[in-house]
């Protein structure tokens, strides 16, 4: 009995030592809705990241950067309990001592939450920044919506002017124009004043009361909770009935009215095009007077590249003083769909090169003069093997690199590298000492 005893012990010690095997094996899928991005993508996301470092600087502005985790009612209190990126999509969690936490679902509010920390408006009148990352919501993952998305946005604190306004539009649109994005349009609005907000409010709510019996069920407490809110929804029955709602412009005061004709007229000046859509609202409790979108036709129901707006309350009700803003996100996702699309990508720089070497001695004699090129800004890639040149050939054709360094044994004994343009198929012999002195001239 003690040998089967024994057996069995063997039998399960081998068989859990087999179950730790297969776990310690087993290939871990990513989360759903949060991408991994592999450098031939990563090309497109620093040519907009660039691009907007470039232009934003143009502008005067400086780039901030807020932590991914903030406290939950951050976003609760700036973007609203109501909206439905606090009701269904924040991801939220407690941490060990008890705080409710939160992954940021959008920007602004944690750089309004970081200037007041900082109390700079004691020291800045106008204060501009801009910042990437990624954010987070939890909603269906479909094309160009993900549950860790990126976004790139502007803030403007300071400044209670319809030409700031204005020129963070401007400059939204000389973005999309610098990056080669075709076919975009700008849509905007005027939310007004909130004593115009709440007369809209009021007379939304009677237009809808009369035929809330027409709403999905899902949908009727929004009447009284917030019904801007149902200028967002998506179902056909819903929208029907927010077709013949009343205008948000109807309620404008006269201050709010002035305010909006003014942001008209001078992006007329600035030739930028756009068009009044008195139908189009945002989805988050803050904004006041100007609103706008960025659309485009080529990604289907997901059109929206860019939004923003004005919000001259939020610093107010993050427990800072009365300070105005205006501020504007772009979808980073999906206007890297849009460069895919067009072909934009950038490749790689002029002044890139392939290393062919074939042979150890040549990898010798040449790798201290790869290490000079690099230190230069000269980019340089190489297979750290001594395989064929046709290998090495193919190889530097995929590199997208625009020259080729060959050397072999004959290029070893005199002393020179055959350098080839890839792209013109011109060639040259380049003394090996010779060679950063070649590339930074071609530059």
């Known amino acids: 009995m003690a040998a089967l005893g024994e057996l069995r012990f063997g039998a399960t010690d081998h068989f859990q030592h087999g179950l730790q095997t297969m776990a310690k094996h087993e290939k871990i899928a990513g989360i ?36 991914i985790v903030e406290p939950a009612k951050l976003f609760k209190r700036g973007v609203g309990e109501g909206s439905e990126v606090v009701m269904k999509e924040m991801y939220e969690f407690t941490d060990r001592s008890g705080n409710e936490l939160c992954l940021r679902p959008e920007g602004t509010a944690s750089v309004v939450r970081a200037y007041v920390n900082a109390a700079v408006h004691a020291t800045e009148s106008i204060s501009r920044y801009f ?36 020129e963070v539009m401007a400059m ?92 008209q007229k001078t992006l007329k000046r600035l030739n930028i095009p756009f068009t009044v859509n ?90 201290p003069v790869l290490e000079k090129l690099r230190a230069d800004g000269i980019r340089v890639e190489w297979g750290f093997e001594a395989k064929s040149l046709k290998s090495q050939m193919r190889s530097a054709d995929k590199s997208g690199s625009q020259s080729v360094i060959i050397v072999g044994e004959d290029e070893l004994k005199s002393g020179k590298a055959i350098v080839r343009n890839l792209r013109t198929k011109e060639q040259n012999e380049v003394r090996f000492e010779d060679l950063l002195r070649h590339f930074v001239k071609v530059d």
């Open 278 to 367: 008195e139908k189009m609202v945002r989805g988050l409790d803050y904004y006041t007077q100007t609103i706008f979108e960025f659309t485009t036709t080529e990604l289907g129901a997901q059109n929206a590249v860019a939004a923003g707006g004005r919000y001259d309350g939020l610093v107010e009700e993050l427990g800072g003083p009365q300070v105005p803003g205006v501020g504007m996100a772009i979808g980073m996702d999906r206007v890297a769909i849009l460069l895919s699309q067009q072909d934009q990508k950038q490749v790689a720089a002029p002044n890139s090169v392939y290393a062919a070497l074939l042979s150890d001695e040549s990898i010798d004699a040449v790798f």
């Open 131 to 166: 910042y990437f990352g990624p954010m987070f919501r939890y909603e269906r993952p479909q094309a160009g919506r993900k549950r860790q998305f990126y976004q790139l946005g502007v803030e403007l604190l300071g400044a209670q002017s319809p030409y700031a306004d204005a």
């Open 172 to 263: 939204t649109w000389n973005y999309f124009q610098a990056l080669g994005v075709k076919k975009i349009q700008l849509e905007i609005n005027s939310l007004g004043s909130p004593a115009s907000q709440s007369a809209f409010n009021k007379a939304l709510r009677d237009y809808l009361q009369k035929r809330v019996n027409e709403l999905p069920e899902f949908r009727r407490d929004r009447v009284e909770t917030n019904p801007l809110r149902l200028f967002d929804a998506k179902e056909e029955e819903t929208k029907k009935i927010m077709k013949d709602a009343p205008s948000i412009l109807d309620s404008l005061d006269a201050e709010s009215k002035m305010y909006f004709e003014k942001v």
């Open 32 to 67: 759903r809705g949060m991408n991994d991005m592999f450098p031939e993508e990563c090309l497109y996301w620093a040519q907009l990241e660039e691009t907007a470092r470039r232009l934003f600087a143009s502008y005067a502005y400086g780039e901030i950067r807020t932590p």
